[in-house]
């Protein structure tokens, strides 16, 4: 089972940015789907940004559209969020996600994702 760990959380004011990082223990660039997904207290996890095999198709959340950006470094197995003009509704634990192929680039289907970080929080403050 492949092992993914999150970094790069951290509290910031409205408008700000943080980049967050998920490295894997093994090479995904081929083989996975990954994702970024975060749960707010209270809330059900949502899809942010999910990226393909081969990094050809990335997908966004509407609410984030814009101003996420996610990418991957695949000669270091490291995928990342870049999360610009934070807002304040965008805060919670933000979990990196993995699933071998075949594999739906879709935000909205967390079920399909079966390998998950322990996510890193995100805090933003008005």
């Known amino acids: 089972q492949v092992k993914l760990v999150e970094s790069g959380g951290g509290s910031v004011q409205a408008g700000g940015s943080l980049r967050l990082s998920c490295s894997a223990s093994?090479?995904?660039?081929?083989?996975?789907?990954m994702g970024w997904f975060r749960q707010a207290p209270g809330k059900e996890r949502e899809g942010v940004a999910v990226?393909?095999?081969?990094?050809?198709?990335?997908k966004y959340a509407d609410s984030v559209r814009g101003r996420f950006t996610i990418s991957s470094d695949v000669r270091q197995n490291v995928l990342y969020l870049q999360m610009d003009t934070l807002k304040p509704e965008d805060a919670g634990m933000y979990h990196c996600?993995?699933?071998?192929?075949?594999?739906?680039?879709?935000?909205?289907?967390?079920?399909?994702?079966?390998?998950w970080g322990q996510g890193t929080q995100v805090t933003v403050s008005s």
């Open positions: 990226i393909s095999p081969l990094r050809v198709s990335k």
């Open positions: 996600a993995a699933e071998m192929q075949p594999c739906m680039v879709e935000v909205g289907h967390v079920g399909n994702f079966s390998a």
């Open positions: 093994e090479r995904m660039y081929l083989d996975y789907c």
